[in-house]
């Protein structure tokens, strides 16, 4: 296997680069393209993606670490065609992009010279960046390269600086606007010495932001030049693009967190403690505080007491072991999913005799072919029959409309060594048993291998979390938002079935299907898991 050295790519104009983050370690897999560190200079922060798949063998940088274009981020070794392609993607670091132009930065002087428009400089490659602080309000004077704003792409986020001094009239854009390339910013009334100082202020040196490209397939972006002069938004808080996107996931004001990371800068585990804090009750964010009764014995939103704070060592002895990335991450969407959506489940059973005797018949035919046909492929194919029938169940809440989704997209939970992963069997409604095993079978493999993509876990319209293999009876299974139904299969038993004359053994599957009350009601989910009932009981019926 080759080992291949991942390095800096083209990052524009900037010298040396704090390290800010290390997004994986040894021993990851990682996919080409997956971040695997931030790096931060005075006016932007960006995701440092790796040229390549592979497994990390060796990191080259720590926190704090300065970098530079061409510094070794760590070592992989390579797997599949990136094993092949290897000596090239060693020697050929990421394709520099050209610098982008200044022309856009350069601000429009209208009649009278007083008025200035502020446009949006060239930001490279990106599309509609999300504008998501505002650093400056009408009335404000503001210098020549002061930030105005910070937009955000998913790799980087980068402070918009003004090209021109003066008084700002009037701001054009506000937090959640999407901006592009010379979109109008700002007007503002230009001073005398501002009005002197604008033609250096549209010199590329000195305002024109320089492109870093930051790899071959990731998207360019723009960022402005460092200069000692600019003067940074005072008390904002520090952090990455991707933390700031989790925090705005979750709803979290980054600017109530206290970064525990280098020079206080916010991590994902801080977002993740103080939800964990704000739902235990233990910490209050401002807009609840606002809300409190004036009694002032508020407590959390939800009306919870404080989670229970004990010295378990005061009763025994203790280990304590850091929760795994995997996990942290599971556990922040549980407990969003778990209150936000207004879930019930139905308990059912499935009479699978006939299905199953016809499963175990099939694979003694295909003993051969190394492909064992499962129950979950049988489920998964039922699963997308009764989905079609009730579409609703395949459907997602956004804002105050239904998405129905025309495509059947199913997850399956699998337990592995890491935690719970989700991979998706993507158009299901295409597939036969045969394949879906197969692929469920290659899919579940490779996540207990830690080596699912991202594309192979996400665009799930519905999920099936089967304990079959395992054991017992029901379970409430939590709804893998934006999904809105989810259904729980534990391990079929034989059992006493009447038969209107008399009892006889039947394999019974006990299903719960977990649906949200916002969108599905009670008689559309035992409707549901009715058919599914009949489905499985004679499968001639997903013909009909
Ligand atoms: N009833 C009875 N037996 C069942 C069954 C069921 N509903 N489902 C599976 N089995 C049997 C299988 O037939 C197999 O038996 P044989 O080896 O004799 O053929 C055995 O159980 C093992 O099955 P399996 O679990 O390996 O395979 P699967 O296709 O059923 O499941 C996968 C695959 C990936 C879903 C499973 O390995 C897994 O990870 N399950 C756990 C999912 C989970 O954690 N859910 C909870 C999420 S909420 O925290």
């Not at 990682?30 to 931060?40: G, K, R």
């Not at 798949?53 to 940088?61: C, I």
């Not at 409604?429 to 830690?450: C, N, P, T, W, Y």
Request: with cysteine.
């Amino acid at each position: 296997m080759a080992l291949i050295e991942v390095k800096v790519p083209d990052i524009g104009d900037f010298d040396e680069v704090a390290v800010i983050e290390l997004l994986v370690k040894p021993g990851d897999t990682v996919a080409a393209e997956q971040s695997l560190i931030t790096v931060e200079s005075d006016k932007a922060s960006m995701e440092i993606p790796s040229s390549t798949a592979g497994v990390v063998k060796e990191l080259r940088v720590a926190l704090g670490d300065k970098v530079k274009e061409g510094s070794v981020v760590l070592v992989v070794e390579a797997v599949g065609e990136a094993a092949a392609a290897a000596p090239a993607a060693a020697a050929a670091p990421a394709p520099v992009q050209a610098p982008a132009p200044a022309a856009a930065a350069a601000p429009v002087v209208t009649a009278g010279g007083g008025r200035v428009e502020v446009m949006v400089p060239d930001i490279g490659d990106f599309k509609d960046v999300a504008v998501i602080e505002v650093f400056v309000k009408p009335g404000d004077t503001i210098k020549v390269e002061q930030s105005l704003i910070t937009v955000e792409s998913d790799k980087a986020s980068m402070e918009i600086p003004s090209s021109h001094a003066g008084v700002l009239k009037e701001l054009k854009v506000k937090v959640g606007d999407t901006v592009n390339i010379g979109d109008l910013l700002a007007v503002l009334e230009g001073t005398a010495g501002a009005a002197a100082s604008a033609p250096a202020a549209s010199a590329p040196e000195s305002v024109a932001p320089a492109a870093a490209a930051i790899a071959p397939v990731a998207p360019s972006i723009a960022a402005p030049a460092h200069n000692p002069t600019a003067s940074p938004a005072v008390g904002l808080p520090h952090a990455s693009p991707s933390v700031r996107k989790f925090a705005r996931e979750l709803g979290v004001p980054l600017a109530e967190i206290k970064g525990s990371g280098l020079k206080g800068r916010i991590t994902a585990e801080d977002i993740q403690k103080f939800t964990q804090s704000v739902m235990s009750g233990s910490t209050q964010t401002q807009a609840q505080a606002a809300k409190a009764p004036a009694s002032g014995v508020g407590g959390s939103e939800l009306g919870l007491i404080p989670w229970p704070k004990v010295d378990f060592a005061k009763f025994g002895p203790i280990e304590r072991k850091e929760m795994g990335r995997i996990k942290k991450i599971s556990g922040a969407n549980l407990l969003r999913n778990a209150v936000m959506i207004p879930a019930v489940t139905n308990h059912d059973d499935a009479d699978i005799t006939d299905l199953e005797a016809f499963r175990v018949s099939t694979n003694k035919e295909n003993e051969k072919s190394g492909v064992k046909v499962t129950m979950l492929a049988f489920l998964i194919k039922a699963s997308v029959a009764a989905l079609k029938k009730f579409p609703e169940f395949n459907s997602s809440i956004d804002g105050d409309s239904l998405v129905y989704k025309q495509y059947w997209h199913i997850g399956f939970a699998a337990d592995t060594p890491n935690g719970l992963m989700v991979p998706v069997i993507k158009d299901a409604d295409k597939k036969g048993v045969l394949q879906i095993s197969q692929e469920m079978g290659e899919l579940a493999k490779k996540a207990r291998d830690g080596k699912l993509s991202p594309a192979e876990m996400s665009g799930a319209t519905f999920t099936i979390s089967s304990l079959g293999g395992i054991g017992g009876r029901y379970f409430t299974p939590i709804i893998n938002a934006p999904e809105v139904a989810i259904l729980g299969v534990c391990k079929s038993n034989m059992e006493p079935v009447w038969d209107g004359k008399q009892f006889v053994p039947r394999l019974m599957l006990p299903l719960s299907l977990t649906w949200d009350h916002r969108v599905i009601d009670g008689a559309a989910a035992a409707r549901f898991n009715a058919y599914l009932g009949q489905i499985l009981g004679d499968f001639r019926r997903v013909l009909l």
